[in-house]
């Protein structure tokens, strides 16, 4: 054993040997000394923790220093009685305390008991049994969550057996606690009937046996059993309270001292009120001002010291966070930040700042929030977060939209004016300045509010400014979805899926496709302005063909045409009849001849005059199309389809190209016009 052990083990012997043997009067002064220092290093130390775990030895501590105040009473109790003397040290409490007055010594001791008892021991008594039971109730829960947290991955096998000896710990320390607190109870009791019989046997063994007169006697057994009390129930009265600080110390990141004052005097403008307060106690009611008036520019100084210390801290803690951005940017690390690309971005000049700030009237941020949820609407697509800077580059009135760090548009607006966009017929007496409507490219006249409702008689169609950059933005936004959907993307459409269809996705991800090539599919889906949002018609056609062909492009046709109802109902209208541009058979076939075979897949091969000569043909149908008002869409079969997309999709991305398996066997079709080779 170590030598600590060994003296821990006489330590403990040597308390219960106080009882039996006697003890000379200047060794009992020590070991009194001895306790009060115990005392107050208990409650220094329990003012110090930050958690009652750290303090975990506090219930045996509680126990062994009431056995040894307990031995040092019997030992006192046998001076007293058999000597009429207890040492210095309890001579000294009674006389300094009571000055003289045995009374007044005796009821300074029953105020000590009282306040012991039946506040501090009551109270950390019921503290301790109300912790003991809720760490116990909340163990189950600790437990789960720990378990949790492991199945998570967040902590690992290690952190996860100290929490629960954490807990286990902590149901033992409230546990013990709650019957440690029964030993101060008992201690407080024992003090007083140690009191009452030195009182009681030292008057009458100093009046019979020592024959001392009656007053003598009186006065000598009364001051020593006040010191004696005294001296027993200091030390007492120290440890209750570390035991109340114990049990009621919440886990906090500081010692008592730091929580103090870091949460009570957090608030220097109510150290003010409190000063104010004192201040007006004393000029107004008999206590006075020499009583108040100090004390009160204490508290307001003291007040001033704390805002002017705090000021400072937040200034130092902006020095530093600055400081640490700057050696952030200088670092070689900073460089991977400039790496990230927005998916989105909106950047505008300094003009046009009005449009993003709700305080001038600025509606943009909740324009872009009904856009995110239009195309989620219409086409099925999780639109990123849009990213709005303003750009000192840019004209004051100038407007770009980037994808993925690209501009694919851009504008100007007159935020003071409105942009008018002719019925067809122009109308001499509307006047503005001329433009173009950014998102189809329209002749538009931009006006002032005077003219604005001659313009609406007129039957010209007015937007606002917001408006403008608001329709801009989304049809941006479509035109560009397949490149906004990544794998990433693609993976949290099919995560919600999951949730309501879990067998239909497990049946095809990943034994089937993998997610990049659903990925492909939708994309393809997207650059044609096909909605993705039915994701169940989707995955059942490529749950059902996905087993003959991985090729993206016959998958998608599939789909397309397991779309059939969506596509005829985005195309047409109910009961109306679609007008077409149908391919003719020397195009058919021409384009048939020219599809070529693969490792990749199949892929078209047409020569450049016949190319040319399909370019022409196609723009003058459109053309005579939307001359008439009507929109242009090109019908084929199912078989070249994809191909005839491909020629066209470059000079004429806009135009829909459908085949007769994607309409509805019910839909009225019109041919308006043949192209032929």
Not at 301 to 325: D, I, L, P, S
Not at 626 to 640: C, F, H
Request: net charge negative; charged share 20%; aromatic share 6%.
């Amino acid at each position: 054993m170590k030598i600590k052990d060994i003296s821990i083990l006489l330590g403990i012997i040597g308390i219960v040997l106080m009882m039996i043997l006697p003890i000379p009067t200047w060794l009992l002064d020590v070991l009194l000394v001895i306790n009060i220092s115990l005392a107050m290093m208990i409650l220094l130390v329990a003012m110090n923790t930050k958690e009652a775990l750290q303090f975990s030895i506090f219930p045996s501590m509680l126990l062994i220093t009431t056995l040894f105040r307990l031995a040092l009473n019997v030992s006192t109790t046998k001076l007293i009685l058999g000597q009429g003397e207890a040492g210095h040290v309890v001579a000294t409490f009674g006389s300094w305390v009571s000055q003289g007055q045995p009374v007044v010594g005796f009821i300074v001791f029953l105020i000590l008991v009282v306040v012991q008892f039946i506040v501090i021991t009551k109270g950390s008594e019921r503290v301790a049994e109300v912790g003991a039971r809720f760490t116990l109730d909340a163990m189950p829960g600790k437990q789960m969550s720990i378990d949790a947290d492991l199945n998570a991955g967040l902590i690992n096998e290690q952190q996860a057996r100290e929490r629960r000896r954490k807990i286990e710990r902590e149901a033992d320390f409230y546990g013990a606690m709650d019957g440690a607190s029964k030993f101060v109870k008992g201690d407080a009791i024992a003090g007083i009937i140690i009191l009452v019989i030195n009182l009681i046997g030292g008057f009458i063994i100093g009046v019979a046996m020592h024959g001392k007169p009656f007053m003598d006697a009186l006065s000598t057994y009364s001051l020593l059993t006040i010191g004696d009390g005294l001296v027993s129930q200091i030390p007492a009265l120290l440890i209750s309270t570390s035991a109340g600080l114990i049990v009621t110390r919440a886990s906090s990141e500081g010692n008592l001292a730091d929580d103090i004052t870091g949460q009570l005097f957090i608030y220097p403008k109510l150290i003010y009120i409190v000063s104010g307060t004192i201040t007006a106690l004393g000029l107004f009611t008999p206590i006075g001002v020499l009583s108040t008036v100090p004390l009160a520019g204490l508290l307001a100084y003291a007040a001033w010291r704390m805002q002017k210390n705090m000021t400072q801290k937040q200034v130092a803690q902006e020095q530093q966070e600055e400081e640490q951005q700057i050696e952030e940017v200088r670092s070689p690390e900073s460089v991977i930040n400039l790496l990230q690309v927005d998916p989105i971005e909106f950047e505008f000049g300094y003009g046009l700042i009005p449009l993003a700030d709700a305080q001038q009237g600025g509606d943009l941020l909740d324009r872009i929030i009904m856009i995110r949820r239009q195309c989620a609407l219409e086409m099925g697509l999780v639109v990123p977060v849009i990213r709005i800077r303003d750009n000192i580059q840019l004209r004051p009135n100038e407007y770009v939209i980037k994808i993925k760090g690209n501009t694919v548009g851009g504008g100007e607006l007159l935020l003071n004016h409105y942009l008018a966009m002719s019925p067809g017929y122009d109308d001499d007496s509307i006047t503005g300045i001329e433009t173009q409507e950014p998102a189809f490219g329209l002749p538009a006249l931009w006006i002032d509010e005077p003219t604005k409702e001659r313009a609406e008689l007129s039957g010209y169609t007015v937007v606002d400014p917001p408006s403008v950059v608001a329709t801009h933005l989304t049809e941006m936004i479509k035109r560009h979805a397949h490149e906004l959907l990544g794998r990433q993307e693609t993976k949290t459409l099919i995560d919600n899926l999951k949730e309501n269809y879990p067998i239909l996705v497990d049946d095809l991800i990943p034994s089937v496709l993998s997610v990049g090539d659903v990925q492909k599919v939708l994309a393809k889906l997207l650059r044609e302005k096909i909605s993705i949002r039915d994701m169940v018609t989707i995955f059942e056609t490529l749950g059902d063909y996905g087993t003959y062909t991985k090729d993206p492009d016959v998958l998608t046709e599939y789909v397309r045409q397991a779309l059939s109802r969506q596509i005829t109902q985005q195309f047409t209208q109910q009961g109306e009849t679609m007008r077409v541009i149908t391919v003719g058979p020397t195009l058919e076939k021409k384009i048939a001849e020219s599809v070529q075979q693969s490792d990749q897949g199949s892929y078209l091969a047409l020569d450049p005059v016949s190319t040319q000569t399909v370019y022409q043909k196609l723009t003058e149908q459109i053309n005579r199309l939307i001359q008439s008002g009507q929109q242009p869409i090109v019908l084929t079969s199912p078989t070249i389809r994809m191909y005839l997309r491909q020629v066209i999709e470059r000079t004429m991305q806009d135009i829909p190209v459908l085949s007769y398996s994607e309409l509805e066997p019910n839909v009225e079709i019109q041919s308006v016009g043949v192209v032929n080779l």
